[in-house]
């Protein structure tokens, strides 16, 4: 039987953001580019690299998805970015896997909390995650499906990793 797996990245930690400044365009602060390259190389050894990026548009979630593909030695040109991920609800983040899920069996979504933190809570047919950290990447599996038919509380065999954690 297939498997789809599907790992749920928050953004990095990023500066805050400056009066002049729009929320999107928040730059990864140093230690959130240290997170996103620890990150990618846990979930390298935990479960292989990702066939297929989805992120949100906004500049730390970009350039945390950038960051880990340079780590997993993959290309950029993997990511595809989506407005619906920013700031991304729940509801509209599985809209987004479903349509662009395609056939990769491992997919990455790297966007925001709260939406991130509450898409992980609902599709876990386990114990649910109450928040993701920063950089938090949670990975989930879903048995004998195509992406469009990913529902509710059907993946299995959680994983949480967070950053400065083994």
């Known amino acids: 039987?297939?498997?789809?797996?599907?790992?749920?990245?928050?953004?990095?930690?990023?500066?805050?953001?400056?009066?002049?400044?729009?929320?999107?365009?928040?730059?990864?602060?140093?230690?959130?580019?240290?997170?996103?390259?620890?990150?990618?190389?846990?979930?390298?050894?935990?479960?292989?690299?990702?066939?297929?990026?989805?992120?949100?548009?906004?500049?730390?979630?970009?350039?945390?998805?950038?960051?880990?593909?340079?780590?997993?030695?993959?290309?950029?040109?993997?990511?595809?970015?989506?407005?619906?991920?920013?700031?991304?609800?729940?509801?509209?983040?599985?809209?987004?896997i479903h349509e662009l899920g395609e056939s990769a069996s491992h997919l990455m979504v790297v966007g925001h909390n709260p939406g991130l933190s509450e898409l992980a809570a609902r599709l876990s047919s386990e114990p649910k995650i109450s928040s993701l950290p920063t950089c938090g990447v949670y990975t989930l599996e879903f048995a004998g499906v195509v992406w469009s038919e990913i529902g509710w509380a059907s993946g299995v065999n959680p994983r949480l990793h967070v950053p400065g954690h083994e």
């Open 1 to 96: 039987m297939d498997v789809l797996r599907l790992t749920v990245v928050r953004h990095a930690s990023a500066l805050a953001s400056r009066p002049d400044q729009e929320d999107r365009d928040r730059l990864l602060d140093t230690r959130g580019q240290q997170q996103a390259r620890e990150m990618a190389r846990r979930l390298a050894a935990a479960h292989g690299p990702p066939e297929r990026i989805l992120s949100s548009p906004a500049l730390r979630a970009i350039s945390t998805a950038t960051l880990m593909c340079e780590e997993l030695g993959l290309s950029s040109g993997q990511i595809l970015t989506d407005e619906r991920l920013y700031p991304g609800s729940a509801t509209l983040t599985l809209e987004v």
